[in-house]
T-cell receptor
Framework: NAGVTQTPKFQVLKTGQSMTLQCAQD?????MSWYRQDPGMGLRLIHY???????DQGEVPNGYNVSRSTTEDFPLRLLSAAPSQTSVYFC???????????FGPGTRLTVT | GDSVTQMEGPVTLSEEAFLTINCTYT??????LFWYVQYPGEGLQLLLK?????DKGSNKGFEATYRKETTSFHLEKGSVQVSDSAVYFC??????????FGAGTTVTVRA
């Protein structure tokens, strides 16, 4: 069991570029989430999904897009990168009714 | 809305010292409470949890008690080791798809 995997581990973008952060889980969890981690602010929810084909916004969704075509994958798209999106991004998954979330190792993104 | 406040770090301790990290929360109803730990270069992993008032969560020598009357969930360990050096996050959840996190407390344990 690989658990939750994320790629890439590190990425540097220029302002205005777009990219996709990949997230996959092999635990057959229905729920998946994306968080960003910023110093002094903990983790904040960007988007989440409660099943294939179903997504919704979290606290800080602006500038990000998600889709969920399969149970396993939940990619996060940055449409036009901005320096304010410099952060560490974590993907997480869990089962309905199970409050414990399982986190991936994170992607460190720098936008210059 | 829901919020979690935890003590600011960084916290630096010697091995075998007592560790306490304060955490208080604001939420309606009866949230579940968690402590997550992030070791250097890794993602977060659940350390312990409590789902109702007066519950005590415990794991790896760490403990925290859900105190409804003081809206608190303080983390304690009686004797820390160098391997406990990490960032600790207090979190709450009122649903099974959203966690609200505190800012995190960096703990460094020196040999």
């Amino acid at each position: 069991n690989a658990g939750v995997t994320q790629t890439p581990k590190f990425q540097v973008l220029k302002t205005g570029q777009s990219m996709t952060l990949q997230c996959a889980q092999d635990m057959n969890h229905e729920y998946m989430s994306w968080y960003r981690q910023d110093p002094g602010m903990g983790l904040r929810l960007i988007h989440y999904s409660v099943g294939a084909g179903i997504t919704d916004q979290g606290e800080v969704p602006n500038g990000y897009n998600v889709s969920r075509s399969t149970t396993e994958d939940f990619p996060l798209r940055l449409l036009s990168a901005a320096p304010s999106q410099t952060s560490v991004y974590f993907c997480a998954s869990n089962d309905p009714g199970a409050y414990e979330q399982y986190f991936g190792p994170g992607t460190r993104l720098t936008v210059t | 809305g829901d919020s979690v406040t935890q003590m600011e770090g960084p916290v630096t301790l010697s091995e075998e010292a007592f560790l306490t990290i304060n955490c208080t929360y604001t939420a309606t109803g009866y949230p579940s409470l968690f402590w997550y730990v992030q070791y250097p270069g890794e993602g977060l992993q659940l350390l312990l949890k409590a789902t109702k008032a007066d519950d005590k969560g415990s794991n790896k020598g760490f403990e925290a008690t859900y105190r409804k009357e003081t809206t608190s969930f303080h983390l304690e360990k009686g004797s820390v080791q160098v391997s406990d050096s990490a960032v600790y996050f207090c979190a709450l959840s009122r649903s099974d798809y959203k966690l609200s996190f505190g800012a995190g407390t960096t703990v460094t344990v020196r040999a």
